[in-house]
């Protein structure tokens, strides 16, 4: 079974972004996923094995000519040819002419390889050049920019949704379930996957949002790692088209104040991808605090889509440790963290319930909207490696006949100064897996 996959790696999500493009813009092809997950095109199957093999560091297969591809299947050839497209374009990006001459040889039209690979090759080092220009990050003039205090009803229902922004039957199912809970307001935790492309900024997220919402439901979002790695200007002009003006704001009335963040300015950089933690802008941490420091007797919730804390992988590593707590991010928030109701982030692809740590009360992952995750994977497990991780309560999404952890989402019900958080499991739409009163 291969099922629809997303990596860290920047370059690596660039490349998923332009394989699926090429086959999208075929004539005589497109984009298939079955409503599981499930992944039906060969070259997309192909470039997701050979993610798997870069993620777990093992070696890429080699080709050999046509000779060499004698007696493959369908699959096992088209994973030869996806490892010569990324071989292809590492090779260009470095100037190895011997390499780039071998490798186009195996690409070219007497190859078995799909035509497709190596124009995806061409469409990847020209996103690459329009990926090189500065994150168009927008910030404040004044400390109250980007405060909505008219758009948050005191008995406003609210859906968070987190990692959701594949296109995907899936997601879009996710979203038809909210939709039946009758939310005022649709809030997104991040990621539009494999990297924030035009295309995938319209496609995966926007279009999907307008076709399922009702009118006058307000939408919004903040970015997630993916969001930002084809350069950012696709998820800044997205905002513009959304009416949203800045990549973190606040949703305040008299008794509640939503804080979203952006934790993802500083977490797109390819070489650092895999062990940064990542932190906020500066005057962003300061308007953050601001919002805390000056509650007015109002209770905050704060989004991310990064962890402030995790048990399951890292918030990256320090001096080749991995962290289960990112200090960065607790600096700017330690001492408002008795300010802090209710912490809701996304980043792993998983429902998690944490235990107060570290100060905070109620810290929640809730980055499961879209992306399957096997249970071989054991996301309900803690990584060995944590020093003193935080330890979560029971809760766990269900799994379907497959062995793939069910999608979820969370419900908030404000009702002036109290509010009712519920957890969903999307396979058990009547019944919230967890609630919780705040």
């Not at 100037?95 to 497709?116: M, T, Y």
């Not at 995750?373 to 029971?394: A, C, K």
């Amino acid at each position: 079974m291969s099922l629809y996959k997303t990596f860290r790696d920047p370059d690596f999500s660039l490349f998923q972004s332009v394989v699926e493009e090429v086959m999208a813009e075929s004539p005589d092809a497109g984009v298939s996923f079955s409503p599981d997950g499930e992944v039906a095109d060969p070259m997309v199957a192909a470039a997701i094995s050979i993610g798997d093999l870069l993620e777990n560091d093992e070696p890429l297969p080699e080709g050999g000519g046509v000779v060499s591809y004698a007696g493959l299947d369908l699959a096992e050839a088209a994973r030869y040819c996806a490892s010569n497209a990324w071989q292809l374009i590492r090779a260009k990006l470095r100037g190895d002419q011997e390499a780039v001459e071998q490798l186009q040889e195996e690409l070219g039209p007497f190859s078995i390889c799909d035509p497709r690979w190596a124009e995806s090759v061409e469409k990847y080092l020209v996103k690459v050049k329009l990926k090189g220009k500065t994150i168009p990050y927008r910030t404040w003039n004044k400390i109250n920019d980007y405060v909505f205090n008219d758009r948050l009803a005191a008995n406003a229902r609210i859906a968070i949704i987190g990692d959701w922004g594949t296109g995907q039957p899936a997601a879009r199912a996710v979203l038809r379930q909210i939709v039946r809970q009758q939310p005022d307001i649709v809030i997104h935790l991040g990621d539009i996957y494999y990297s924030g492309t035009a295309r995938e900024m319209r496609q995966n997220f926007l279009e999907v949002c307008r076709d399922i919402l009702p009118t006058g439901t307000q939408l919004y979002t903040i970015p997630g790692n993916h969001d930002l790695y084809a350069g950012g200007k696709p998820f800044y002009d997205m905002l513009d088209e959304m009416g949203q003006p800045a990549s973190f704001f606040a949703l305040r009335n008299d008794n509640w104040q939503f804080l979203a963040m952006d934790s993802s300015l500083h977490d797109s950089d390819t070489f650092t991808v895999a062990t940064n933690v990542t932190r906020l802008d500066e005057r962003e941490a300061l308007w953050h605090q601001q919002k805390l420091e000056n509650n007015q007797g109002r209770k905050s919730v704060l989004l991310s889509h990064h962890q402030l804390f995790t048990a399951y992988g890292s918030v990256g590593s320090i001096n080749k440790s991995p962290q289960p707590l990112n200090p960065l991010l607790y600096a700017t928030f330690a001492p408002y963290l008795d300010k802090i109701d209710l912490w809701l982030w996304g980043h792993e692809h998983n429902l998690i319930i944490f235990e107060p740590y570290k100060g905070l009360q109620r810290g929640r992952c809730v980055g499961c909207s879209a992306i399957p995750v096997p249970q071989e994977l054991n996301p309900y497990s803690t990584n060995p490696r944590l020093i003193d991780p935080p330890r979560f309560n029971n809760v766990r999404l269900s799994l379907d006949n497959k062995g793939v952890y069910n999608l979820g989402y969370a419900m908030i019900q404000l009702d002036g100064p109290s509010a009712q958080v519920d957890y969903y499991d999307a396979s058990q739409e009547q019944h919230p897996v967890f609630s919780e009163m705040i």
